[in-house]
């Protein structure tokens, strides 16, 4: 039988969207996943939205937080749940390709890998596709991830079997970078699946947005995850924002 894969999903007013996101796992090749969502307290349509794909495929599990706790509180729940061999992310919002597990699967496989990720495509809020690649080095040292968080959450996937599930503290920001960074400060490097398997979707009210909260969240990472002092953090912060503004966008291509 095929390894099971756990599928991690916060949500939070995500009705316009997360239809689509459920719809992108089940057209997977791969079909041994099961797809934990839990919601944030929401206040619009989302989660009788996830209930009627629920009632329909046993696969799919919900489960709801009392109060809006935050991202990482929902994302934390949803990997205690989890009884996969394979821990993947998928924010609320994303889509997968079809053959996105199948082929990250195989190519753990095929290199005795323990982590993966992919490059990715970027879609706008309405879902129309901006033409815009993200790759990452191949492969990705410690080091260059140390310095930029070439990860997208979406394309993902580890073995829990090996890392055992990989917990984070409730209230951090950056969560996904300081999964990944764990992750490699043990394997050293890690190789992407080289072509895109995802859709990222950006939107107008993501964190991302906010130039000044990243700032503040990845300065958060430095001085509080790695326990670095608040001088040395901001030298490595301008380290940082130099490679994200000088040397990401090599790996970022325009795509008629």
């Given at each position: 039988?095929?390894?099971?894969?756990?599928?991690?999903?916060?949500?939070?007013?995500?009705?316009?969207?997360?239809?689509?996101?459920?719809?992108?796992?089940?057209?997977?090749?791969?079909?041994?996943?099961?797809?934990?969502?839990?919601?944030?307290?929401?206040?619009?349509?989302?989660?009788?939205?996830?209930?009627?794909?629920?009632?329909?495929?046993?696969?799919?599990?919900?489960?709801?937080?009392?109060?809006?706790?935050?991202?990482?509180?929902?994302?934390?729940?949803?990997?205690?749940?989890?009884?996969?061999?394979?821990?993947?992310?998928?924010?609320?919002?994303?889509?997968?390709?079809?053959?996105?597990?199948?082929?990250?699967?195989?190519?753990?496989?095929?290199?005795?890998?323990?982590?993966?990720?992919?490059?990715?495509?970027?879609?706008?809020?309405?879902?129309?596709?901006?033409?815009?690649?993200?790759?990452?080095?191949?492969?990705?040292?410690?080091?260059?991830?140390?310095?930029?968080?070439?990860?997208?959450?979406?394309?993902?996937?580890?073995?829990?079997?090996?890392?055992?599930?990989?917990?984070?503290?409730?209230?951090?920001?950056?969560?996904?970078?300081?999964?990944?960074?764990?992750?490699?400060?043990?394997?050293?490097?890690?190789?992407?699946?080289?072509?895109?398997?995802?859709?990222?979707?950006?939107?107008?009210?993501?964190?991302?947005?906010?130039?000044f909260k990243l700032i503040k969240h990845n300065f958060?990472?430095?001085?509080?995850?790695?326990?670095?002092?608040?001088?040395?953090?901001?030298?490595?912060?301008m380290r940082f924002l130099f490679t994200q503004l000088?040397?990401?966008?090599?790996?970022?291509?325009?795509?008629?």
């Amino acid at each position: 039988m095929n390894d099971l894969v756990s599928i991690l999903t916060p949500t939070y007013n995500t009705e316009k969207f997360i239809s689509g996101t459920i719809k992108s796992v089940q057209n997977q090749t791969y079909q041994n996943w099961e797809m934990i969502l839990v919601d944030d307290a929401s206040t619009d349509k989302t989660v009788s939205i996830i209930e009627e794909f629920v009632r329909n495929d046993k696969r799919i599990k919900l489960f709801r937080l009392v109060k809006n706790s935050g991202n990482g509180f929902a994302r934390n729940e949803a990997l205690e749940k989890a009884s996969g061999k394979f821990i993947a992310y998928l924010d609320a919002d994303d889509l997968w390709f079809p053959e996105k597990l199948e082929k990250q699967i195989q190519f753990l496989k095929a290199n005795k890998l323990h982590f993966t990720f992919s490059f990715y495509d970027c879609i706008d809020e309405e879902g129309n596709n901006l033409h815009r690649r993200v790759a990452s080095p191949n492969p990705l040292t410690y080091k260059e991830l140390f310095f930029c968080n070439y990860v997208g959450n979406l394309t993902a996937i580890y073995d829990a079997d090996y890392f055992g599930k990989i917990v984070l503290k409730n209230s951090q920001k950056r969560q996904d970078w300081r999964i990944w960074l764990t992750i490699l400060k043990q394997t050293k490097t890690a190789k992407p699946v080289s072509e895109p398997l995802a859709f990222y979707r950006i939107r107008r009210d993501s964190i991302s947005s906010s130039k000044f909260k990243l700032i503040k969240h990845n300065f958060d990472v430095y001085r509080e995850f790695h326990n670095y002092n608040f001088v040395f953090s901001i030298i490595l912060m301008m380290r940082f924002l130099f490679t994200q503004l000088i040397i990401k966008p090599r790996y970022i291509k325009i795509r008629k």
